[in-house]
Nanobody, 122 residues
């Protein structure tokens, strides 16, 4: 089971670190990524690790602001978000993911747990 945490209310320009914790399996053995879902909007994939070689990929929409990282000892995959904007407000989920494409930028998220709400507002 995957559990996302670390969300909250932050002012525009601020930062948050989201954490994905797994129970019952080792995240390092899976491709894990983050996506978000805002009301009335389509699911948006943000970033992921590919299982085959551990490479990370980040969507152009958040590149330079969001960074994915992993700690195999803690069994977590984090998403560090900086320079947050009101449009970043959404529920954020971590999930197992299938990574496709030669550039690793085609993602299919298939299993996720409870998300964490991020609200960017002054």
């Amino acid at each position: 089971q995957l559990q996302a945490s670390g969300g909250g209310l932050v002012q525009p320009g601020g930062s948050l670190r989201l954490s994905c914790q797994a129970s019952g399996f080792a995240l390092e053995n899976w491709a894990i990524g983050w996506f978000r879902q805002a009301p009335g909007k389509e699911r948006e994939g943000l970033s992921c690790f590919r299982r085959r070689d551990g490479s990370s990929f980040t969507a152009d929409s958040v590149k330079g602001r969001f960074t994915i990282s992993r700690d195999n000892v803690k069994n977590t995959v984090d998403l560090l978000m900086s320079k947050l904007k009101p449009e970043d407000s959404a529920v954020y989920y971590c999930a197992t993911v299938r990574v496709y494409g030669r550039d690793g930028m085609e993602w299919e998220f298939d299993h996720w747990g409870q998300g964490t709400q991020v609200t960017v507002s002054s």
